[in-house]
T-cell receptor, first 113, second 114 residues
Framework: DTEVTQTPKHLVMGMTNKKSLKCEQH?????MYWYKQKAKKPPELMFV???????INESVPSRFSPECPNSSLLNLHLHALQPEDSALYLC????????????FGPGTRLTVT | EDQVTQSPEALRLQEGESSSLNCSYT??????LFWYRQDPGKGPEFLFT???AGEEKEKERLKATLTKKESFLHITAPKPEDSATYLC???????????????FGKGTKLSVKP
């Protein structure tokens, strides 16, 4: 099974709201990733967790706050977002950071109004 | 600087018309090259991993090949359901500049008409 699940599928939020995106995998992968993808662009790396510790933060604004509660779950907490943050947010996982292929979830389509 | 370039940006084929997509790369220490398929509004779907020059992988109508500077995704007798954006990504050695993260090309949007 190479499935990564993400909830919700769609999210509309105002600029003053607080919301969270969730990601789950049961492949025993120890690296998990958050990507942001704008229309007609490739995925852009935001965060990497390795063995439940934040390994890479690609200079993402603090209105995005990641959390890795355990080896299967990854959350992305959102607060005071801007309309330009509207995008497809993708979660991915791999066996180890920097090794082997990454498997992506279906994404959460976020619209900030 | 590590770089991945895909061509063409868009490709329109008739059903059954075979063709190839190109991914050229300039990286310091290739660990692996990956091909993904992405449908609109969905996450990328993993297709192939290639690790060394001369390697080939096949899946249904798709065949991926790798040289020291580029990879090709050959599509034989495509069908309309093969229409999607095909993304190429390279992974460098962990202690290189990209820390083993994926470096994506901009993708090739393939449209197959019946």
């Amino acid at each position: 099974d190479t499935e990564v699940t993400q909830t919700p599928k769609h999210l509309v939020m105002g600029m003053t709201n607080k919301k969270s995106l969730k990601c789950e995998q049961h492949m025993g992968h120890r690296a998990m990733y958050w990507y942001k993808q704008k229309a007609k662009k490739p995925p852009e790396l935001m965060f990497v967790y390795s063995y439940e510790k934040l390994s890479i933060n690609e200079s993402v604004p603090s209105r995005f706050s990641p959390e890795c509660p355990n080896s299967s779950l990854l959350n992305l907490h959102l607060h005071a977002l801007q309309p330009e943050d509207s995008a497809l947010y993708l979660c991915a996982s791999s066996t180890e950071q920097g090794s082997y292929e990454q498997y992506f979830g279906p994404g959460t389509r976020l619209t900030v109004t | 600087e590590d770089q991945v370039t895909q061509s063409p940006e868009a490709l329109r084929l008739q059903e059954g018309e075979s063709s190839s997509l190109n991914c050229s790369y300039t990286v310091s220490g290739l660990r692996g090259l990956f091909w993904y398929r992405q449908d609109p509004g969905k996450g990328p779907e993993f297709l192939f991993t290639l690790y060394s020059a001369g390697e080939e992988k096949e899946k249904e109508r798709l065949k991926a090949t790798l040289t020291k500077k580029e990879s090709f995704l050959h599509i034989t007798a495509p069908k309309p359901e093969d229409s999607a954006t095909y993304l190429c990504a390279v992974q460098t050695n962990f202690y290189g500049g990209s820390q083993g993260n994926l470096i994506f090309g901009k993708g090739t949007k393939l449209s197959v008409k019946p």
